[in-house]
């Protein structure tokens, strides 16, 4: 199972970005969906999760401005950005915690980030 993301970039603040993240490869089932992000010297701070069952969590610095998405029948999680702020930038992973047969129990798989740089 690997985890591509795609749409990171360099704007200016205020601007707005979305990122995608696919899954490849087989698998049983995927239950929590999210993003984090990371800065220089820091520990990955969880921004956005949807449970798959209605439960979405934002980090409190996002709420109004960021939005998760996902899609179970393409099996893709999205962010969508808006208004973004300098203390936006950092490198952005996806995660999936995937269970891959019936014999297994879920892991957290991640993507290999991307970067969001929000500066004038």
């Known amino acids: 199972v690997q985890l591509v993301e795609s749409g990171g970039g360099l704007v200016q603040p205020g601007a707005s970005l979305r990122l995608s993240c696919a899954v490849s490869?087989?698998?049983?089932?995927?239950?929590?969906m999210g993003w984090y992000r990371q800065t220089p010297g820091n520990e990955r701070e969880l921004v956005a999760s949807?449970?798959?069952?209605?439960?979405?969590y934002y980090v409190n610095s996002v709420v109004g401005r960021f939005t998760i998405s996902r899609d179970d029948a393409h099996v893709t999680v999205d962010l969508q950005m808006n208004s973004l702020k300098p203390e936006d930038t950092a490198i952005y992973y996806c995660?999936?915690?995937?269970?891959?047969?019936?014999?297994?129990?879920?892991?957290?798989?991640w993507g290999q980030g991307t970067q969001v740089t929000v500066s004038s």
């Open positions: 995660y999936m915690k995937i269970k891959i047969n019936s014999d297994t129990i879920p892991v957290d798989y």
């Open positions: 490869g087989r698998f049983a089932t995927i239950y929590d």
């Open positions: 949807n449970d798959g069952g209605g439960g979405t």
